[in-house]
């Protein structure tokens, strides 16, 4: 059973492009998250997904910033008109419907802006 | 405002001594306590977990220590390993959502 999937791994921006993060939960899991680790920081939490539903977006900033989790396919983060202050590394966390308080996280993608 | 807050922010411990890993919480609605590994370039990885109604889980070398009263729990690692030098996250949720709450991390180095 392969674990979350994230990719790309590594991505490069200029101020004022967009970045979009893809997540692949493990097989069977129905529920998605995004959180945020800055250097030297703990993750903090941005929000949380269920198939086309946004359940918890309390940690996401209120402006550029947005997350799908569609019927098919990935999830997806996508920050526009990044910012320096964007830089960090982004991680996916899954968890299954029947133990939904476990959640399995990716590699993660580290974004830059440069 | 933090939530959970853990310490110490590094530790050293040598090969085969015993590492502590402290946390505690202010949230009293926090029902699940995980604890995470994380490696340099890695995503975290579930450790280990614990629920209030017990005071303690053990699971291989690691165990969780928890102390409802006081808000705290801890994770002990035995006879402590090169290859668990890490870092570690504590964290809390409540039962009413999903989102983790984690402490700030504590990097720890087990020399030979």
């Known amino acids: 059973n392969a674990g979350v999937m994230q990719n790309p791994r590594h991505l490069v921006r200029r101020r004022g492009q967009e970045a979009r993060l893809r997540c692949s939960p493990m097989k069977g899991h129905s529920h998605v998250y995004w959180y945020r680790q800055l250097p030297e920081e703990g993750l903090k939490f941005m929000v949380y997904l269920q198939k086309e539903n946004i359940i918890d977006e309390s940690g996401m900033p209120k402006e550029r910033f947005s997350a799908e989790f569609p019927k098919e396919g990935p999830s997806i983060l996508r920050i526009q008109q990044v910012v320096r202050g964007d830089s960090a590394a982004y991680f996916c966390a899954s968890s299954p419907p029947s133990s939904y308080r476990e959640q399995f996280f990716g590699p993660g993608t580290r974004l830059t802006v440069l | 405002q933090q939530q959970v807050k853990q310490s110490p922010q590094s530790l050293i411990v040598q090969k085969g001594g015993i590492s502590i890993i402290n946390c505690a919480y202010e949230n009293t609605a926090f029902d699940y306590f995980p604890w995470y590994q994380q490696f340099p370039g890695k995503g975290p990885a579930l450790l280990i977990a614990i629920r209030p109604d017990v005071s303690e889980k053990k699971e291989g070398r690691f165990t969780i220590s928890f102390n409802k009263s006081a808000k705290q729990f801890s994770l002990h690692i035995m006879d402590s390993q090169p290859g668990d030098s890490a870092t570690y996250f504590c964290?809390?949720?409540?039962?009413?959502?999903?989102?983790?709450?984690f402490g700030t991390g504590t990097q720890l180095k087990v020399e030979l």
């Open positions: 964290a809390a949720s409540t039962g009413g959502g999903n989102k983790l709450t």
